[in-house]
T-cell receptor, first 114, second 112 residues
Framework: KAGVTQTPRYLIKTRGQQVTLSCSPI?????VSWYQQTPGQGLQFLFE???????NKGNFPGRFSGRQFSNSRSEMNVSTLELGDSALYLC?????????????FGPGTRLTVL | KQEVTQIPAALSVPEGENLVLNCSFT??????LQWFRQDPGKGLTSLLL?????REQTSGRLNASLDKSSGRSTLYIAASQPGDSATYLC???????????FGDGTTLTVKP
């Protein structure tokens, strides 16, 4: 079974631009969660999608948004990029939303904002 | 608000040594706890998942325990190898069931 895939793997943008990141979960998994990882803040939860619905949201500004498609693939969008948005963005998939399910992570997208 | 702490932040051991990594959490109302390893610049690899009703899980040289009442988990690594060098993260899934709260990790270096 193929793992979680994320595209692109690396991105360089300038302040003020917007960016879209993509995540394809493991086949059959319907839940996708997004995390931001930075050296100063560690891993922070952005949001979770299940069956095309946002189920949970972390404490990030409205510039961060996401969506999920009927095939469970998910995208996250960051508008009006700031220098502080430079981070490794990780997505995780699990078979169902919530409680007991193991999360599997993709390799991440490294975003650099200049 | 759930807070997860991992101690120590860094650990260096000689090859062959057995070691324990610690993870503590403030809210014992959890659904599960998951241990991951992360190699530099890479994603997270799942090591072990312990459900809230379980006390421990084992996989090969790894053993993870969970004591919900005291808010603690340990990851035991037997006979460490240089290939075990990585950052180890614990993640707690709690009341907001879709969200996992991560510790800052323990960076392990195993010297040949």
């Amino acid at each position: 079974k193929a793992g979680v895939t994320q595209t692109p793997r690396y991105l360089i943008k300038t302040r003020g631009q917007q960016v879209t990141l993509s995540c394809s979960p493991i086949s059959g998994h319907r839940s996708v969660s997004w995390y931001q990882q930075t050296p100063g803040q560690g891993l922070q939860f952005l949001f979770e999608y299940f069956s095309e619905t946002q189920r949970n949201k972390g404490n990030f500004p409205g510039r961060f948004s996401g969506r999920q498609f009927s095939n469970s693939r998910s995208e996250m969008n960051v508008s009006t990029l700031e220098l502080g948005d430079s981070a490794l963005y990780l997505c995780a998939s699990s078979s169902a939303s919530g409680t007991y399910n193991e999360q599997f992570f993709g390799p991440g997208t490294r975003l650099t904002v200049l | 608000k759930q807070e997860v702490t991992q101690i120590p932040a860094a650990l260096s051991v000689p090859e062959g040594e057995n070691l324990v990594l610690n993870c503590s959490f403030t809210d014992s109302a959890i659904y599960n706890l998951q241990w991951f390893r992360q190699d530099p610049g890479k994603g997270l690899t799942s090591l072990l998942l312990i459900q809230s009703s379980q006390r421990e899980q084992t996989s090969g040289r790894l053993n993870a325990s969970l004591d919900k009442s005291s808010g603690r988990s340990t990851l035991y690594i037997a006979a460490s190898q240089p290939g075990d060098s990585a950052t180890y993260l614990c993640a707690v899934k709690g009341g907001n069931a879709g969200k996992s709260t991560f510790g800052d990790g323990t960076t392990l270096t195993v010297k040949p």
